[in-house]
C-alpha cells in the first residue's frame, strides 16, 4: 500500500478500505508521509466525499493514533459536551456544574480558543492559579470525588488530527463534512467518556453558517457516532449573535458566575439548561425535558451548581473565592461605554467579526505564540430584534489601552446592522438530532 495509491483512489472517488484508512492516520500521527501527499488526499476527500464507513473507519484510527484516556475506574457514564465552537459560548462553565450538582458524572476535556471562536480552556485560565492539564490519574480522582472536572487534552491524544487539522486549515480543507466529523469525533471518542452531547452551531458566528449544512453535520456526528459505539445526541443551536453578552476569557467566567448565582437570565442560560438536560437524558437520569430543566434550575436556586464550580476551582488549584467575588478576576485598565448612536431596530450581526474583535483586543490568539491577556473584551449590551435610541449603550470595552478601545468600538459598530425595519429576534434551537433521526423545531424554545 502507498500514500500515491490511496490518493489515486480517492481522487477517482472510490470508496477507501479500513485498512488504507488506518495507513493515512498513521502516516499523519508519525508523519511518515510529505505534507504534499497529505494535502493532495485531504482534497480529494473535500472534493468527493465519504461514506458514513469511511468517516467511522478514519475516526477510529485517528482515534488509535495516539493515547486513550481509560476512564473505566469512575463508577456510572461519563457524559462529555462538545461545541462546534463559537463567540460568546459559554455553556460548559454553566451546564458542567448544573449537570454535576444533578448528578450527571462530567469529564471533559476542552479546547482552546480556534480562529474567531473561544475556548473553555483559555477562559478556565484566567482564573487565578487554575490547573487544566492533570494526568489521567488525577482526573480521575478528581470526578471520583466531586463528579466533575474540565481539563485539557495531552498533546498524545489523537495526534493524527493535529497533523491534518493544520494542513487543512491551509488548504481550504477545514469545510469537508467527514474531515470535521472524524476531527472532533476522534478526540472525543479518545478522551474515554461513554457519551457525547454536541452543540452545533448555525449562522453568521458558526464552523457552518448555512442551516442545511449545520443539520447535515449533526447528523453525520449522531450516525459515525453510533457506528463507532457511543451514543451521540445533537442540537442545532443559533450563533446568529454572541451566545453571551460577555466576550473575553475572564469576562466569560464572571458571566458564568453570574448565571451560577441567579443573576442573569437570557438565551446563555436557555441554550445551557437545554445542552445540561440532553447530558442528563444520556445518563439516564430523569425522564421528561421539562423536569431536567427544573432540576437545574433548582440547583441554580439552591446554590448548589456554583458550590459545585468552586469545588473543581478548589480541586484543580484556582481561587474559589472569584465565585463569591468576580473582582478577584483580571480586570482591564481601561472600561468604558459606547453607545448606539441611532434610532432603529438591531437587524444583524456578523458574529464572526465580533469574535475576531475581541481577538485583536488579546482574548484570543493571532499566531500560536501569542500570551493572551484575560481581562480583555467587552460586554454586548444589545441583541437581535432590540429597539434602540442614540443614547442605548452598544457595549462596554474592557481594553488595555485607549486605542485598543477606539479600534474595538469601530469593530463593533462595523460588524452590528441598525435599520428603520422591526426586526424578529434570533432563535436559540433548530434541531435535535439523535439515532432516531431529525427533528427540526420550530420556534424559539
Ligand atoms: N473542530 C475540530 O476539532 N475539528 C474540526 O474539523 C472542526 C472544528
Ligand atoms: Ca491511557
Same mark, same amino acid.
Given at each position: 500500500?502507498?500514500?500515491?495509491?490511496?490518493?489515486?483512489?480517492?481522487k477517482?472517488?472510490?470508496?477507501?478500505?479500513?485498512?488504507?484508512?488506518?495507513?493515512?492516520?498513521?502516516?499523519?500521527?508519525?508523519?511518515?508521509?510529505?505534507?504534499?501527499q497529505?494535502?493532495a488526499?485531504?482534497?480529494a476527500?473535500?472534493?468527493?466525499?465519504?461514506?458514513?464507513?469511511?468517516?467511522?473507519?478514519?475516526?477510529?484510527?485517528?482515534?488509535?493514533?495516539?493515547?486513550?484516556?481509560?476512564l473505566?475506574?469512575?463508577?456510572?457514564?461519563?457524559?462529555?459536551?462538545?461545541?462546534?465552537?463559537?463567540?460568546?459560548?459559554?455553556?460548559?462553565?454553566i451546564?458542567?456544574?448544573?449537570?454535576?450538582?444533578?448528578?450527571?458524572t462530567?469529564?471533559?476535556?476542552?479546547g482552546?480558543?480556534?480562529?474567531?471562536?473561544?475556548?473553555?480552556l483559555?477562559?478556565?485560565?484566567?482564573?487565578?492559579?487554575?490547573?487544566?492539564?492533570?494526568?489521567?490519574?488525577?482526573?480521575?480522582?478528581?470526578?471520583r470525588?466531586?463528579?466533575?472536572?474540565?481539563?485539557?487534552?495531552?498533546?498524545?491524544?489523537?495526534?493524527?488530527?493535529?497533523?491534518?487539522?493544520?494542513?487543512?486549515?491551509?488548504?481550504?480543507?477545514?469545510?469537508?463534512?467527514?474531515?470535521?466529523?472524524?476531527?472532533?469525533?476522534?478526540?472525543?471518542?479518545?478522551?474515554g467518556?461513554?457519551?457525547?452531547?454536541?452543540?452545533?452551531?448555525?449562522?453568521?458566528?458558526?464552523?457552518?453558517?448555512?442551516?442545511?449544512?449545520?443539520?447535515?453535520?449533526?447528523?453525520?456526528?449522531?450516525?459515525?457516532?453510533?457506528?463507532?459505539?457511543?451514543?451521540?445526541?445533537?442540537?442545532?443551536?443559533?450563533?446568529?449573535?454572541?451566545?453571551?453578552?460577555?466576550?473575553?476569557n475572564?469576562?466569560?467566567?464572571?458571566e458564568?458566575?453570574?448565571?451560577?448565582?441567579?443573576r442573569?437570565?437570557?438565551?446563555l442560560?436557555?441554550?445551557?439548561?437545554?445542552?445540561?438536560?440532553?447530558m442528563?437524558?444520556?445518563?439516564?437520569?430523569v425522564?421528561?425535558?421539562?423536569?431536567?430543566e427544573?432540576?437545574?434550575?433548582?440547583?441554580? *436556586?439552591?446554590? @448548589?451548581?456554583? &458550590?459545585?464550580? !468552586? $469545588?473543581?476551582? #478548589?480541586?484543580?488549584?484556582?481561587?474559589? +473565592? %472569584?465565585?463569591?467575588?468576580?473582582?478577584?478576576?483580571?480586570?482591564?485598565?481601561?472600561?468604558?461605554?459606547a453607545?448606539c448612536?441611532?434610532?432603529?431596530?438591531?437587524?444583524?450581526?456578523?458574529?464572526?467579526?465580533?469574535?475576531?474583535?475581541?481577538?485583536?483586543?488579546?482574548?484570543g490568539?493571532?499566531?500560536?505564540?501569542?500570551?493572551?491577556?484575560?481581562?480583555?473584551?467587552?460586554?454586548?449590551?444589545?441583541?437581535?430584534?432590540?429597539?434602540?435610541?442614540?443614547?442605548?449603550?452598544?457595549?462596554?470595552?474592557?481594553?488595555k489601552?485607549?486605542?485598543?478601545?477606539?479600534?474595538?468600538?469601530a *469593530?463593533?459598530? @462595523?460588524?452590528? &446592522?441598525?435599520? !428603520? $425595519?422591526?426586526? #424578529?429576534?434570533?432563535?436559540?434551537?433548530? +434541531? %435535535?438530532?439523535?439515532?432516531?433521526?431529525?427533528?427540526?423545531?420550530?420556534?424559539?424554545?
Amino acid at each position: 500500500m502507498t500514500m500515491l495509491e490511496i490518493i489515486e483512489k480517492k481522487k477517482l472517488g472510490r470508496e477507501l478500505s479500513r485498512e488504507e484508512l488506518i495507513f493515512l492516520a498513521q502516516a499523519a500521527a508519525r508523519k511518515t508521509a510529505p505534507d504534499y501527499q497529505l494535502a493532495a488526499l485531504l482534497m480529494a476527500i473535500r472534493l468527493n466525499g465519504m461514506t458514513d464507513r469511511e468517516t467511522t473507519d478514519l475516526t477510529l484510527a485517528m482515534r488509535d493514533s495516539g493515547d486513550t484516556a481509560d476512564l473505566s475506574a469512575i463508577p456510572g457514564l461519563k457524559i462529555d459536551k462538545h461545541s462546534t465552537g463559537g463567540v460568546g459560548d459559554t455553556t460548559t462553565l454553566i451546564l458542567a456544574p448544573l449537570a454535576a450538582a444533578c448528578g450527571v458524572t462530567v469529564a471533559k476535556m476542552s479546547g482552546r480558543g480556534l480562529g474567531h471562536t473561544g475556548g473553555t480552556l483559555d477562559k478556565l485560565e484566567s482564573i487565578p492559579g487554575m490547573r487544566i492539564s492533570l494526568t489521567e490519574e488525577e482526573l480521575i480522582r478528581q470526578v471520583r470525588e466531586i463528579g466533575l472536572a474540565v481539563v485539557g487534552q495531552t498533546a498524545r491524544l489523537a495526534p493524527a488530527d493535529k497533523t491534518l487539522y493544520a494542513l487543512r486549515d491551509v488548504t481550504s480543507t477545514v469545510d469537508s463534512l467527514p474531515l470535521i466529523v472524524s476531527s472532533i469525533l476522534s478526540k472525543k471518542l479518545a478522551a474515554g467518556t461513554d457519551a457525547i452531547v454536541l452543540d452545533v452551531k448555525t449562522g453568521s458566528g458558526a464552523l457552518m453558517r448555512q442551516l442545511e449544512d449545520s443539520i447535515a453535520l449533526a447528523y453525520a456526528m449522531v450516525r459515525v457516532g453510533h457506528l463507532a459505539g457511543k451514543p451521540v445526541v445533537a442540537l442545532v443551536t443559533g450563533m446568529e449573535q454572541p451566545l453571551g453578552t460577555h466576550i473575553g476569557n475572564a469576562l466569560e467566567v464572571r458571566e458564568a458566575i453570574d448565571v451560577l448565582a441567579g443573576r442573569t437570565e437570557g438565551d446563555l442560560l436557555t441554550v445551557s439548561l437545554k445542552l445540561g438536560g440532553c447530558m442528563m437524558l444520556l445518563a439516564g437520569l430523569v425522564s421528561s425535558p421539562e423536569e431536567r430543566e427544573a432540576r437545574m434550575r433548582e440547583a441554580i *436556586a439552591n446554590g @448548589a451548581g456554583l &458550590r459545585k464550580l !468552586k $469545588e473543581m476551582i #478548589a480541586a484543580q488549584g484556582g481561587n474559589p +473565592a %472569584v465565585c463569591d467575588d468576580t473582582g478577584l478576576l483580571p480586570q482591564a485598565p481601561f472600561v468604558r461605554t459606547a453607545l448606539c448612536g441611532q434610532e432603529g431596530t438591531i437587524q444583524a450581526m456578523d458574529t464572526a467579526a465580533l469574535g475576531r474583535a475581541a481577538q485583536a483586543m488579546g482574548a484570543g490568539r493571532l499566531s500560536l505564540e501569542d500570551q493572551l491577556d484575560y481581562s480583555v473584551g467587552y460586554i454586548l449590551k444589545v441583541r437581535i430584534g432590540d429597539r434602540v435610541t442614540p443614547d442605548t449603550p452598544l457595549c462596554e470595552l474592557h481594553a488595555k489601552t485607549e486605542a485598543d478601545a477606539a479600534r474595538a468600538e469601530a *469593530a463593533i459598530r @462595523a460588524a452590528i &446592522r441598525i435599520g !428603520k $425595519e422591526p426586526c #424578529a429576534r434570533a432563535r436559540n434551537f433548530y +434541531a %435535535v438530532i439523535t439515532e432516531d433521526g431529525i427533528q427540526r423545531i420550530g420556534e424559539n424554545a
